[in-house]
């Protein structure tokens, strides 16, 4: 069962959104425990997963990723497609720089 509060999250299954497959995929580059997604870019979670396998995963997976940061962080519990057009916008943006 899911948790309702970010504090209450002991592993990353238990986070809203994210199953076995994807807790694999944040345990792969170093995010072992629902604490460790306090602060980070979930845009930046999604490059480290397609880098670190060698090949670009559904961006559906960085909706995911979005909707576990924005958990911990005390938003609530949404589904991960709540932040699929945040995220077609993000990556229309032209590179900074």
């Known amino acids: 069962?899911?948790?309702?509060?970010?504090?209450?999250?002991?592993?990353?299954?238990?986070?809203p959104n994210i199953g076995p497959s994807i807790a694999g995929d944040l345990?792969?580059?170093?995010?072992?425990?629902?604490?460790?997604l306090?602060?980070?870019?979930p845009y930046a979670l999604y490059r480290r997963?397609?880098?670190?396998?060698?090949q670009r995963h559904d961006p559906c997976l960085?909706?995911?990723?979005?909707?576990?940061v924005r958990f911990m962080e005390g938003s609530g519990p949404?589904?991960?497609?709540?932040?699929?057009?945040?995220?077609?916008r993000h990556f229309l943006q032209p590179p900074a720089g």
């Open 62 to 68: 960085c909706d995911c990723f979005i909707a576990a």
């Open 1 to 15: 069962m899911k948790v309702r509060h970010a504090d209450d999250a002991r592993s990353l299954e238990d986070i």
């Open 38 to 41: 306090l602060g980070q870019d």
């Open 78 to 88: 949404v589904p991960w497609w709540h932040y699929t057009a945040e995220r077609k």
């Open 27 to 36: 345990r792969g580059i170093g995010i072992a425990h629902p604490h460790d």
């Open 49 to 54: 997963v397609n880098e670190t396998t060698g």
